[in-house]
């Protein structure tokens, strides 16, 4: 089992739509969750970190943890063409300060 | 914010070269510094954790003698890539840790190809 799984897509959505992305992790005393945007060819770019159970939110980005279930989730609204690009799940262990990424799904917006 | 200036930004060398990438925060002092591979299509791995002034602690299966890193200062790490390889063709990541901020600042990135 990978330490952290995300489908990896194509998540294909229209312009204006809500993009649901998943990613589930294997250390249950993780305590720290990244999702990243990473275009083609560039390095990732941080959208948002979580730390405590529930939903948070920042503009179109809501970022949702449970960790009961091991499972963080990344919700993008009224998606835009731009933000067509590879989602990065990302988790640092309780014991450690090492970024874990996932594999990444990439998402396509479609005007 | 902070900020991390990663050069060159590609770079092509010629197989059994060597290759030095520089990563250099610009507005914090990184105390931890991330080296990272990312092949096509792969999401990014870690290849090795360095602290300023200690040697650097390298992931299973990273040969050390063939990515040496050096983080002497607090602004300044570097990953040579010695004895380079057509195999060894990725885009490198470095990614900086300051006490101050919680947060991890990404490089912008190294395409290498060996030829």
């Known amino acids: 089992q990978k330490e952290v799984e995300q489908n990896s897509g194509p998540l294909s959505v229209p312009e204006g739509a809500i993009a649901s992305l998943n990613c589930t992790y294997s250390d249950r005393v993780s305590q720290s969750f990244f999702w990243y945007r990473q275009y083609s060819g560039k390095s990732p770019e941080l959208i948002m970190s979580i730390y405590s159970n529930g939903d948070k939110e920042d503009g179109r980005f809501t970022a949702q943890l449970n960790k009961a279930s091991q499972y963080v989730s990344l919700l993008i609204r009224d998606s835009q063409p731009s933000d067509s690009a590879t989602y990065l799940c990302a988790v640092i262990k309780a014991a450690g300060n090492k970024l874990t990424f996932g594999g990444g799904t990439r998402v396509l917006v479609k005007p | 914010g902070a900020v991390v200036s990663q050069h060159p930004s590609w770079v092509i060398c010629k197989s059994g070269t060597s290759v030095k990438i520089e990563c250099r925060s610009l507005d914090f002092q990184a105390t931890t510094m991330f080296w990272y591979r990312q092949f096509p299509k792969q999401s990014l791995m870690l290849m090795a954790t360095?602290?300023?002034?200690?040697?650097?602690?390298?992931e299973q299966g990273v040969e050390k003698d063939k990515f040496l890193i050096n983080h002497a200062s607090l602004t300044l790490s570097t990953l040579t890539v010695t004895s380079a390889h057509p195999e060894d063709s990725s885009f490198y990541i470095c990614s900086a840790r300051g006490l101050q901020d919680y947060g991890y600042t990404f490089g912008s990135g190294t395409r290498l190809t060996v030829v």
């Open positions: 360095s602290n300023e002034g200690s040697k650097a602690t390298y």
